[in-house]
Nanobody
Framework: QVQLVESGGGLVQPGDSLRLSCAAS????????IGWFRQAPGKEREGLSC????????YYADSVKGRFTIFRDNAKKMVYLQMNSLKPKDTAVYYC???????????????????WGQGTQVTVSS
């Protein structure tokens, strides 16, 4: 079955960097878009970025553009989110998602994604 397992979250200080990892299994990575969402306490889930494994094309929400980078290693079936210049407002649970099957582009809308990981906590605080 499809599984997405996130790792790499933790407590960091403002300005620090963190890399989240998502291990995907149970499906062909090239067939899907892989994305990252987050949810802060009391807020709705927010789509951050996505990548098409087939051609590497990416999308970023304005809130993270220029600070976050999504990339993948198809051979290892891993997708990563490199987060730089972290701010306290980046504190949230971060989720790896899979969906957008056979699409030619990806978007960060919740309805596009069928499968979600369990989430990993990122806390940015001094």
């Amino acid at each position: 079955q499809v599984q997405l397992v996130e790792s790499g979250g933790g407590l960091v200080q403002p300005g620090d960097s963190l890399r989240l990892s998502c291990a995907a299994s149970g499906f062909i990575l090239d067939d899907a878009a892989i994305g990252w969402f987050r949810q802060a306490p009391g807020k709705e889930r927010e789509g951050l970025s996505c990548i098409l494994s087939s051609d590497g094309s990416t999308y970023y929400a304005d809130s993270v553009k220029g600070r976050f980078t999504i990339f993948r290693d198809n051979a290892k079936k891993m997708v990563y989110l490199q987060m730089n210049s972290l701010k306290p407002k980046d504190t949230a649970v971060y989720y790896c998602v899979a969906g957008g099957w056979y699409s030619s582009s990806c978007i960060v809308e919740i309805y596009e994604y069928d499968y979600w990981g369990q989430g990993t906590q990122v806390t940015v605080s001094s």
